[in-house]
Every structure is written in C-alpha cells, then in structure tokens.
C-alpha cells in the first residue's frame, strides 16, 4: 500500500459485493472490507479510515444502527449507506442528524461511487484540518489571555513601584510628561491635583536639563545618567541625579527618567573629602615640624661643629668636635628613618600588615607601659592600599588610646574569613561618649576612621563605656594579591 492512499472501508455481510467493490477501486484507495460490523471495529481501531461503507440490511445489526454506534468512537470518518431501497423519512433523519453523509442505492455506478469518496476525503481532510485550526486558535487564545494577565500584573507592579517609590519618575516623550509620580511632586514642592501640563510648564521654567537632556541624550535603550541642580521652592540650592533610558509605553517610545535627590549624598562626600584634606594637612604639618623641630637644631649643632673645625684660630680639641660632629650626623640619620618610616613603613612593604603594626607597638612598649596583645591568622600580604589604610586606622586608634584613654592594655585581633577581614580592637582606658564626641565634632581621628573605612566598602561598630574601655570591630571585604 502507498503511505499517501487514503484508506476505505467496505462492510457487507455479501463478499460478491465486497469483492466487486475492492477490484474496481483498490488501485485508486486502500480498500478494506470486513462480512461483520463487529470484526470491522478491529479494521478501524488499526487504521486511520477516511471514508465508512457499509450496507444498509445485514443480519447482525443495520448498516444506520452500526454507524450510528461507531460514530462517537470515529466521528470524523464520512459515513456512506448502500440501500437497495430509500426510506425517505429514514435518510432524512439520518442526514440531518450529521451521522449519514450519504445514501448510494443499489446497483452503484462506478463513477458515482468515486466522485462520492473523493468529495468525501475532502471533507474528512477539512474536518481534520478545521479541528486542528481549532485546537490551535485555541491554544493561541489561551497563551494570549495568559499573556494579557501577565501583562496586567506587570502593569500592576509597575504602578506600585511608579507610585510608591521614593524616587520621582517621570515618563516624557517630546518634552511633553506623559506620567509623573507623587514623589516628584513632593520633590519639587507641587500639589497632588496638578496635571500632567502644569507639571512640564513648571519643569521647563525651573528645571528645563529635567526634560532636555534626556530627550537630546538618551538614543540607546541603555541608561544615561546626568546631574541637575535646581533652586527648590524654599531658595536653597539642590542636586539631583537624572538616570534615563528608552521604554516602550503603551505601543509607542518614551524616556523614563529616575529623579534622585542627591543633595545629602553630595554634603557627605565634601564633608569627607574635607576631612581626608584637613588628615593630610595635619600629617604634613606634623612631618614639617618633626624636620623643623628634630632634623633643624641638630644640623644647626653640626654646621657649628663644622664651623669649629674650619676655623684655624679655634683651639678646642678638634678630636672631640669630630666626634660629637658624627654623633649628631648618626642622630639626624636616625630621625630622617624615623620619619621616612612615619611616612611609609618598609616593614608594612616587606612583611605585610600585622608585622607592621607589631613593630609599632615595640617601638612604643620601649617608652611606655603599655601591654599589647595581638594574634592574626592572616598570612602573605594584602592589596597595598589595603594595607596601607589599616595601618593608618590601627596607628590612629592606638593613638587615640595612648593619648586619651588612659589605657593600660590593648587588644588587637585580626581575623580573615574568606575575602573579607574582621579587626577587633580594645582597650581598658577611660572610654568616652561617642554622641558628645561626634555631636561636637571633637574626634576628627574617629571620623577619618570611619571614613577611611567606607571609601574601603567596610563598616565599623564603636562601643565606649565610662570607666570601662572602647571596643571597636571593623569588617572590610579583602582580596589578596
């Protein structure tokens, strides 16, 4: 059998008949023929069977009563009846009740017969196809009423963001706002009730670089972020941060901006940026008096030396001259190291953080009671300016607690876990109070910690009791060379 033939069945309980019909239309369909309608539901359970024959009087059961009963099994397949006579009232009932395509009497011409079954595959295949076109518009509508209800909940969070948001954002095409939420109002000091023209008239008159430059900036979907400053309603100047990009809304683009005060932002980062210019003016002052006051009368000593020992009228032991000559030159020599190590430690170079510090503070312990007590279980160095910025911060808090806390003991702990590092520090002196102190801009030292600190990404936990010591943990996220 061709795969393309379209397969027929023939029931009659007379094999004459179904021979005859088989030899006449086997080369143009695959025929098959069954003597019983019973046997003949075999036929139809293995084969796809476009066209259904069967003879209208047969001792099991009527050729209407056996279609009538297979018709909810294979309702696409076109039912045909052979009948040596017509029942009127029968036919009609049967075709308009769809179970009956058609009624063929006996003896069937030949030609009838096949123009019957080709109109009858055709409608098969149409039903077929309708059916499928069906599932398909089907499943077409239910993925576009899921992507409707999608689209509603987006549209639903869109607007609890675009309302709730504490930013203001605004929507705008043609420098005309299409949207504006009620943290842009609140921003730029307008009432709920305004509309949307009121609000692009305002804009242009105070903040026109609000629409404008978005509108001549922004060309990809990307985000584009500028920075505006606008008079507010109450004359003091603000700044805020304009992030911009292309959406599509409601078909058609746009240019959704988030507006972000960023006046605060701005105020802490020159109060930092301040405060690492005042650090470094105090460390270079420092170091200027440390040359002034160290390196300057010891080389005004050696220059009188020097002066002696050139002087052929001086009658002083020259012996002795030579030799507090070299003494003072072995102590400037000393001091110069003492400074060059203030000013970057070779120690902290060569051996990394914690050994630098341990250095430190045997220096200190040669002039000092004071205990130390560090443990660390760090190993190999870190990122340079790692380092470098702890021993800054380790130097000022040490500092703080031998020049203000009265301390007897302190604790160091270095701890690393993965990429980040935890530094406990304590001491038992006199603590403080850290709102009076911070309060009243006392301790620069501290806020050029905590500074220092977040510049490095980390944070820091200041604990002070009176009488009792300040406990300090710093957290920075680490990455070794």
């Not at 510090?357 to 190999?380: A, D, H, P, W």
Request: charged share 25%; net charge neutral.
């Amino acid at each position: 059998m061709n795969a393309n033939q379209n397969s027929i069945l023939y029931v009659d309980d007379e094999e004459y008949n179904l021979d005859v019909f088989k030899g006449l239309l086997e080369d143009k369909y695959h025929v098959l023929t069954e003597t019983s309608t019973y046997r003949a539901m075999n036929l139809l359970n293995s084969h796809q069977v476009k066209v259904i024959f069967s003879d209208q009087r047969m001792p099991e059961e009527s050729g209407l009563a056996f279609l009538e009963r297979i018709t909810p099994l294979y309702p696409d397949a076109i039912k045909i009846i052979f009948t040596a006579f017509i029942d009127h009232e029968a036919t009609l009932k049967a075709i308009n009740q769809g179970n009956i395509y058609k009624f063929i009497l006996k003896p069937w011409n030949t030609k009838e017969v096949i123009t019957t079954i080709d109109n009858a595959i055709r409608e098969f295949d149409l039903k077929v196809e309708n059916r499928l076109l069906v599932n398909e518009l089907q499943n077409k509508n239910l993925e576009l009423e899921a992507a409707l209800t999608l689209a509603k909940e987006n549209e639903k969070k869109f607007y609890g963001i675009f309302v709730n948001n504490n930013d203001g954002i605004i929507i705008q095409k043609d420098r005309n706002i299409l949207e504006a939420n009620p943290a842009l109002l609140n921003m730029l000091g307008l009432k709920e009730n305004v509309n949307n023209g009121e609000i692009a008239d305002y804009i242009k008159r105070k903040i026109p670089d609000l629409l404008y430059k978005p509108e001549t900036q922004v060309k990809e979907p990307k985000s584009h972020i500028v920075e505006v400053d606008f008079q507010s309603n109450s004359n003091t100047k603000r700044n805020i941060e304009l992030n911009s990009c292309k959406i599509d809304y409601k078909g058609k683009p746009a240019i959704l901006s988030i507006i972000r005060d960023i006046t605060d932002r701005k105020h802490e980062e020159k109060k930092i940026m301040e405060a690492i210019i005042c650090t470094q003016e105090q460390e270079q002052s420092r170091y200027a008096r440390e040359l002034h006051d160290g390196i300057g009368p010891i080389l005004s000593t050696l220059k009188m030396y020097i002066e002696w020992l050139a002087d052929s009228a001086n009658v002083t032991n020259k012996e002795k001259i030579s030799r507090q000559s070299i003494h003072a030159i072995n102590e400037a020599i000393n001091l110069v190291k003492e400074i060059a190590n203030n000013l970057s430690p070779h120690i902290l170079q060569r051996f990394g953080l914690v050994n630098a510090i341990k250095t430190y503070l045997e220096r200190i312990s040669e002039t000092s009671k004071m205990e130390f007590v560090v443990s660390s279980n760090l190993t190999g160095k870190l990122v340079d300016n790692t380092e470098i910025s702890l021993y800054r911060i380790m130097l000022e808090c040490i500092n703080n607690s031998l020049k203000h806390a009265d301390a007897k003991k302190i604790f160091l702990k270095f701890k690393k876990q993965e990429n980040n590092i935890t530094i406990s520090y304590s001491d038992n002196g006199k603590g403080f109070d850290i709102k009076h102190v911070s309060e009243n801009k006392k301790g620069m030292g501290l806020y050029n910690i905590q500074n220092r600190i977040k510049l490095m990404g980390g944070d820091i936990r200041i604990t002070s009791n009176l009488g009792i010591g300040t406990d300090i943990e710093i957290n920075i996220p680490l990455y070794e060379q």
